[in-house]
């Protein structure tokens, strides 16, 4: 795959359309579904996609081969799919609750964070609860969990592409994690470590619910 | 049981919850290719991860005969791309075939006519027709596979260090000091003739003696129940650090002891401080604030639009901003008394998001492959260095003693940290660390190099006399 990339990369620089489709057909299911993560919209998420594919093909003559492609093109992607949706405000009640973020920020959480909001997302009792509770976060933490989670980017670099410090990305994080636990309805009665959630996960029944309980694709 | 660590496994919920929608068979090539057709790149591509301030590396502009290699390419792709308006396009082209063969045919006829009548005078039959290669070559340039790589269209220049000093950098072979502190170190300072660190999910902040390498203080700032200690900055008298993140918490390091807990709406991001002033910034605000110790509050404030670091030289207050496109920054010069944006720097397409001060000159460690120099008093980049190799991501950077130091941390095993020699203008050594780093803060403090590993733990790296 590596060496598919680099080679669709040097075609492109040689003015080579064919190299774009390589990384298109490598990318773009994971593109649209971190741009559909993000807009809750999959016909936008595909425009923003095809043309984010394109500005790629566009100023690929700046792009150092020696980088991996698909990291910077995914992170760009999530970038879009943000801007886009925070053009469109105004009119997605679902960022509507962005607001909300000035309450855990002043302080306001209560001084025992509750179980690990991470377990939470992964008990989530189906797929829709876990979509609609990621719909309700606000924009710029819906934003920060798919680029940290979805993505998989440390915490450096969700900080470099939302453009804020690290410790403002894990900030921005931690409120994410616990709106989430407040919208999958956890309760407060003890703090879970993060050993605990995996020992819970392996023993799950999956046959109770969806969530993965250990087994791997 | 899954080996996979839970990041892995929440990602992989997020994955199966798109793929509802977003089946693994989505195909938007047709579409995209469709789109090429459509448009035009512009005629100089705008900067995108690696762009220069030396003309000399910016990228040529595409020529109009790449263009026609790239559309002729699109529109014989495997893929079906919707309809698009090409027929005449294709009529014109076949037509110029015929026109071309027609003439070729009627040159040879000529030609051999001629060797035929001339026979008897050198013995020769048909002597070599001369290729009439220039009649052809509109025909042959519409070829969809005799791609030539224009040299309109070479790949610009990276960020590389020119192929003398390449891989010829001195290796200091680092000393490695573990010293543990509390869970998930976050940002260290130097100050007081320690190195302080927040343990961000303690609440705590560490104080470490570099002459025993031990932790003589364990400090708690964050309030009960938060476990948040996120940034800190040091100075010989004070030691303030973001609590929360919505408190601001002075130590005393004589004492080693919470002397202020001070409320701050809204939160602040990492703060500096000089002559015993706090400058504060704040991503979510868009504030750069000024906080008097002796007051306990601000008293001065200015809007800065995403900002990203500050700094302090004297006579000014240097913010690092996000230049709104997502991919490149700015620095402004903010007059101190007055809070007016005095001048603007503009990286040229370069994204940065850290900056350091030594001697005349701000140095901004890019993300985009090069160390840039910024003169304070011209408030210009007046030299940009490019890296010794290419930088994974976010590098950190310290300075001191007339040096800087670029940490490219991957936690790669082959992660290393280049010296930069201010007097000399050169990169002068390369310090291999192997995979310690991921991310973080990096300081430096007798003669030694700090920074964290993923283990809680402070690795202080010992820079040779």
């Known amino acids: ?217 | 049981m899954s080996n996979y660590s839970l990041r892995t496994r929440l990602g992989r919920r997020l994955d199966q919850v798109a793929a509802r929608d977003i089946p693994d068979n989505l195909d938007l090539w047709p579409r995209i290719a469709a789109r090429r057709v459509g448009t035009r790149p512009p005629a100089e591509a705008r900067n995108w991860v690696g762009p220069a301030l030396d003309t000399r590396r910016r990228p040529p502009s595409s020529s109009p005969a790449s263009q026609a290699t790239e559309e002729s390419l699109l529109l014989n792709t495997a893929a079906e791309p919707e309809p698009v308006p090409i027929t005449q396009r294709r009529w014109a082209r076949e037509g110029l075939k015929l026109v071309a063969a027609a003439i070729v045919f009627g040159l040879v006829g000529a030609l051999l006519a001629l060797a035929l009548r001339d026979d008897g005078n050198d013995g020769n039959v048909a002597a070599p027709v001369p290729t009439p290669a220039p009649i052809f070559t509109p025909s042959v340039a519409a070829t969809p596979v005799a791609v030539q790589p224009s040299a309109t269209t070479a790949p610009a220049t990276t960020a590389t260090l020119p192929s003398s000093q390449t891989g010829s950098l001195p290796v200091i072979e680092p000393v490695l000091v573990t010293i543990p502190v509390g869970q998930d170190p976050q940002t260290l300072a130097a100050g007081a003739g320690s190195v302080w660190v927040t343990n961000s999910s303690d609440g705590t902040v560490s104080r470490i003696d570099p002459a025993t390498n031990e932790v003589i203080a364990t400090i708690e700032v964050s309030s009960a129940g938060s476990h948040t200690a996120e940034a800190i900055v040091a100075s010989d008298t004070a030691v303030w650090v973001t609590a929360g993140p919505t408190q601001l918490v002075q130590i005393d390091p004589s004492t080693n002891e919470v002397v202020a807990t001070v409320p701050v709406d809204p939160p602040v991001d990492a703060p500096v401080i000089s002559d015993g002033v706090l400058w504060t910034w704040s991503e979510d605000s868009n504030l750069l604030r000024r906080f008097d110790p002796a007051t306990t509050s601000f008293n001065a404030s200015t809007s800065i639009v995403r900002p990203l670091r500050t700094i302090v030289t004297e006579g000014a207050v240097w913010v690092l901003h996000d230049a709104g496109r997502g991919t490149d920054s700015e620095i402004l010069k903010v007059d101190p008394t007055t809070g007016d944006v005095v001048a603007t720097v503009s990286l040229d397409g370069y994204y940065a998001l850290s900056m350091l001060v030594a001697g005349e000159s701000i140095w901004i460690p890019t993300t985009d492959g090069a160390l840039l120099q910024v003169d304070v008093e011209t408030s210009q980049v007046v030299s940009v260095y490019p890296y010794p190799e290419a930088v994974g991501r976010v590098p950190l950077a310290t300075t001191g003693e007339g040096r800087v130091w670029v940490c490219n941390c991957t936690n790669e095993p082959n992660d290393v940290i280049w010296q930069f020699d201010i007097s000399t203008e050169q990169w002068s050594a390369r310090i291999p660390v192997g995979d310690l780093f991921w991310e973080g803060s990096l300081v430096f403090l007798d003669n030694a190099l700090w920074s964290y590993s993923q283990e809680d733990a402070i690795i202080r790296i010992q820079l040779p006399d």
């Open chain 1, 1 to 217: 795959m590596v060496v598919d990339e680099r080679d669709a990369i040097k075609r492109m620089k040689a003015g080579d359309i064919r190299g774009l489709e390589t990384l298109v057909r490598a990318y773009q299911v994971r593109a649209v579904r971190a741009a559909y993560l993000i807009t809750h919209d999959r016909p936008l998420a595909e425009d923003i996609v095809q043309t984010a594919f394109l500005r790629a093909y566009e100023r690929i003559a700046q792009f150092d081969a020696e980088r991996p492609f698909g990291p910077w093109f995914l992170r760009s992607v999530a970038n879009d799919a943000t801007k886009a949706i925070s053009r469109r405000r105004s009119t997605m009640s679902l960022d509507s609750v962005a607001d909300r973020d000035v309450e855990d920020a002043a302080g306001l959480d209560p001084p025992d964070p509750g179980p690990s909001p991470e377990a939470l997302l992964l008990r989530a009792e189906s797929d829709g609860e876990l979509w609609d509770a990621l719909g309700r976060l606000p924009l710029v933490q819906r934003e920060a969990i798919v680029l940290r989670y979805h993505l998989e980017l440390p915490e450096a670099e969700v900080a470099a592409r939302l453009g804020v410090a690290t410790g403002t990305a894990k900030s921005r994080l931690h409120h994410a994690r616990k709106r989430l636990q407040k919208l999958l309805g956890g309760t407060r009665s003890h703090r879970t470590s993060t050993d605990q959630v995996v020992e819970r996960l392996a023993t799950a029944d999956p046959a109770n619910g969806t969530m993965e309980g250990g087994t791997e694709r």
